[in-house]
């Protein structure tokens, strides 16, 4: 059975950072582009980045350009979210999520409003205080 897991969520201050993990497990996951989403209360899941199989080309969407950074070890079939500079709009559910093919599809997919997806974690909780 295939599974994402997430951890690395808290509580932190504006201006903090955290790191988030996702361990996936079940399959082999190299062949998948993986990626990020978030949910805040009341607003519908989003788009946050996006890493092809290599971790050579990723995508992220304008507010978290420059602050987050999405990277990948395949060997270690974990992929992490890097977020500095937090700010109280980042307040929000965390998900990991993969889909077979390029990262590049995502990206598209996700902009004409489709975040379908093969595979989610749960989620992971990160609060931003101000």
């Known amino acids: 059975q295939a599974q994402l897991v997430e951890s690395g969520g808290g509580l932190v201050q504006a201006g903090g950072s955290l790191r988030l993990s996702c361990a996936a497990s079940?399959?082999?996951?190299?062949?998948?582009?993986m990626a990020w989403f978030r949910q805040a209360r009341g607003k519908e899941r989003e788009f946050v980045t996006t890493?092809?199989?290599?971790?050579?080309?990723?995508y992220y969407t304008d507010s978290v350009k420059g602050r987050f950074t999405i990277s990948r070890v395949n060997v270690k079939n974990t992929v992490y979210l890097q977020m500095n500079s937090l700010k109280p709009e980042d307040t929000a559910v965390y998900y990991c999520?993969?889909?077979?093919?390029?990262?590049?599809?995502?990206?598209?997919?996700?902009?004409?409003?489709?975040?379908?997806?093969?595979?989610w974690g749960k989620g992971t909780l990160v609060t931003v205080s101000s």
């Open positions: 999520a993969a889909r077979m093919g390029a990262a590049s599809g995502i990206r598209d997919r996700t902009k004409a409003g489709n975040n379908g997806m093969d595979y």
């Open positions: 079940g399959r082999n996951f190299s062949n998948y582009a």
């Open positions: 890493i092809n199989w290599s971790g050579g080309i990723t």
